[in-house]
T-cell receptor, first 113, second 113 residues
Framework: GAGVSQSPSNKVTEKGKDVELRCDPISGHTALYWYRQRLGQGLEFLIYFQGNSAPDKSGLPSDRFSAERTGESVSTLTIQRTQQEDSAVYLC???????????FGSGTRLTVV | GNSVTQMEGPVTLSEEAFLTINCTYTATGYPSLFWYVQYPGEGLQLLLKATKADDKGSNKGFEATYRKETTSFHLEKGSVQVSDSAVYFCALSDGNAGNMLTFGGGTRLMVKP
């Protein structure tokens, strides 16, 4: 597509429930990144996918967080047993293999109540 | 580890005023430096970048110079417009994790007519 698409744009969930966030990268972009932006704070790196290589999960805050990507297509970020501190905007970005010039999606705003 | 510090906002200016948003960084080696902008309701967009010391990135009237001696990358614009109202993020990449970005906390700019 023309840009990076994320869904849903907003998600309200009860504490303890699992949520799944989706990212559709730009066609042909081999690199895909997930970031988290808590209210009033900068972006925190979560995970990075490059083609079919093993993902870099060094930014995932706990084992409740996981992400998958099949090839160079859609990625899903799953948060299990959500906690209130998981409330944030989750941003996805994709780029060509060189890495510079990310294109970000508009994000999913997650609110855990 | 890497870190980026930028001035807290909001920054409120009148149209045609001069803008400076300070950004300093801590990193090993020689990172690349970026400014991203997030307009209301939109995703993050790359505004400008510089990949080595003394480089000046520029776009849409904005510019920033990579100052290795002061580890800074301050964003400037000579005459702001109402349409420049947005949140501005300073970021760096040291080439690790597929050029993963480390972001500052963001600075909200509000330009009044």
């Amino acid at each position: 597509g023309a840009g990076v698409s994320q869904s849903p744009s907003n998600k309200v969930t009860e504490k303890g429930k699992d949520v799944e966030l989706r990212c559709d990268p730009i066609s042909g972009h081999t690199a895909l990144y997930w970031y988290r932006q808590r209210l009033g704070q900068g972006l925190e790196f979560l995970i990075y996918f490059q083609g079919n290589s093993a993902p870099d999960k060094s930014g995932l805050p706990s084992d409740r967080f996981s992400a998958e990507r099949t090839g160079e297509s859609v990625s899903t970020l799953t948060i299990q047993r959500t906690q209130q501190e998981d409330s944030a905007v989750y941003l996805c970005a994709s780029s060509l293999e060189e890495g510079y010039g990310y294109t970000f999606g508009s994000g999913t705003r997650l609110t855990v109540v | 580890g890497n870190s980026v510090t930028q001035m807290e906002g909001p920054v409120t200016l009148s149209e045609e005023a001069f803008l400076t948003i300070n950004c300093t960084y801590t990193a090993t080696g020689y990172p690349s430096l970026f400014w991203y902008v997030q307009y209301p309701g939109e995703g993050l967009q790359l505004l400008l970048k510089a990949t080595k010391a003394d480089d000046k990135g520029s776009n849409k009237g904005f510019e920033a110079t990579y100052r290795k001696e002061t580890t800074s990358f301050h964003l400037e614009k000579g005459s702001v417009q109402v349409s420049d109202s947005a949140v501005y993020f300073c970021a760096l990449s040291d080439g690790n994790a597929g050029n993963m970005l480390t972001f500052g906390g963001g600075t909200r700019l509000m330009v009044k007519p």
